[in-house]
Every structure is written in C-alpha cells, then in structure tokens.
T-cell receptor, first 115, second 117 residues
Framework: DAKTTQPNSMESNEEEPVHLPCNHS???????IHWYRQLPSQGPEYVIH???SNVNNRMASLAIAEDRKSSTLILHRATLRDAAVYYC????????????????FGKGTKLSVKP | SQTIHQWPATLVQPVGSPLSLECTVE??????LYWYRQAAGRGLQLLFY??????ISSEVPQNLSASRPQDRQFILSSKKLLLSDSGFYLC????????????????FGQGTRLTVV
C-alpha cells in the first residue's frame, strides 16, 4: 500500500487558518486521499476525501497537488474543538467494491489549538 | 440513518480471563467491518476486517480472534487476555457498492477502553 508522511504535531491559534500537510509520493492513479480526525478518547471521524480536484465541505477543504504527491487539509478557522489527531490515508478506490476492505491509519498529526 | 453500537464502553479484566467485545451496525446491509486497537499514546492498529459473514482477515498475529456470525455483527474475542491486550478498541464500518456516498467513508463506534490487570 502507498504510504503517507505527516508531521507529528502542529500548533495553531484559535480562529486562524490551519494547513495540515501530507506527502504521498508513491500514490497510484486509483488511490483516493482521505482525511480523518480523532478527538481525545473518541473514535476517528471522517473529514474529507478527494482524488484529483480540490474538495470543500462544511468541515474543511482539501487541496491536492497537481502531481498528487502531496495534499493539504485546510481548516479555515480553527476552533478549540478542532484539537485532534489528523490522519491522512490513501485508499484504493478499487477496494470500495468489497474484496479488500482494509483501511490503514498512520500516526497522524496532533493539532493543538491555542485560545 | 446508519448507526454503530459498540459495548461495553470500559472494561477491566484480569490476566488470563476471556474477552468478548460486540459491535453491531444498523441501517445498512453487507457493510465492511473493522476492529482496531489503539494502545496508550500510540496510533490506530488494524486488527481484523471482514467483507462478509464468516469472512475474516487478520492483519497482525496476536492473542485475539474475530467472528462475524451475522451480516451486521462483529465480535472480538480472546480466550486468555494478556497485559499487552490493554488498549482502546474501536469497531468501524464502511459501505460496499457505494450505498452511502461513494462508499469511501468509514464510521467508527465510541470504543471500548480495556484494561487488563
């Protein structure tokens, strides 16, 4: 499986934008880029995913490099509630159909938000 | 809507005792099901996943086993717990065939914090 590399930790100030980077230089053409986050003592929650084009939803934006070897999760205005571990994951879209169901998490980036 | 139930929320068990953690999903059919473990201060480790009844794939050799007796039920078991089995256990599901959005999202339960003493 293609792997991702993220910084171990980042800090942000409340109400400022946060850019969380992820490198995935061995990404294949059928890999989707997924982001999840895990709040303390909770299970991970889905944030966003994309393939080639930039994506926006109510939680965040995902900016994908033209060569797809890196991506950035953007939180437009960080709140204290956004303090969490953020995971960048690659998932082969061919796995969605069922025969390969694994979803592998790396170590993620621990985001701290200062008031 | 789909929901995932995982219980118990916390569990303290002595070394050598058996374990059974149960996870059920409602509101969907034929989901992919997963068991993860997170040791204190560590990342999420995928333990097992299942793409159908009776179909279990193990990611790492260990003291645990998993079963899927029904379509939306996933059970994590151990015959004899070890101290190293302590951790935060999470069950998750994702759709197959694109029933939910693109089928890309995985949804996690609230987890079971297991302490083996």
């Amino acid at each position: 499986d293609a792997k991702t590399t993220q910084p171990n930790s980042m800090e942000s100030n409340e109400e400022e934008p946060v850019h969380l980077p992820c490198n995935h230089s061995t990404i294949s053409g059928t890999d989707y880029i997924h982001w999840y986050r895990q709040l303390p003592s909770q299970g991970p929650e889905y944030v966003i995913h994309g393939l080639t084009s930039n994506v926006n939803n109510r939680m965040a934006s995902l900016a994908i490099a033209e060569d797809r070897k890196s991506s950035t999760l953007i939180l437009h205005r960080a709140t204290l509630r956004d303090a969490a571990v953020y995971y960048c994951i690659l998932r082969d879209k061919r796995e969605y159909g069922g025969s390969q169901g694994n979803l592998i998490f790396g170590k993620g980036t621990k985001l701290s938000v200062k008031p | 809507s789909q929901t995932i139930h995982q219980w118990p929320a916390t569990l303290v068990q002595p070394v050598g005792s058996p374990l059974s953690l149960e996870c059920t999903v409602e509101g969907t059919s034929n989901p992919n099901l997963y068991w993860y473990r997170q040791a204190a201060g560590r990342g999420l480790q995928l333990l097992f996943y299942s793409v159908g009844i009776g179909q279990i794939s193990s990611e790492v050799p260990q003291n645990l086993s998993a079963s899927r007796p029904q379509d939306r039920q996933f059970i994590l078991s151990s015959k004899k717990l070890l101290l190293s089995d302590s951790g935060f256990y999470l069950c998750a599901w994702s759709a197959t065939g694109g029933f939910v959005g693109t089928g890309a999202e995985a949804f996690f339960g609230q987890g079971t914090r297991l302490t083996v003493v």
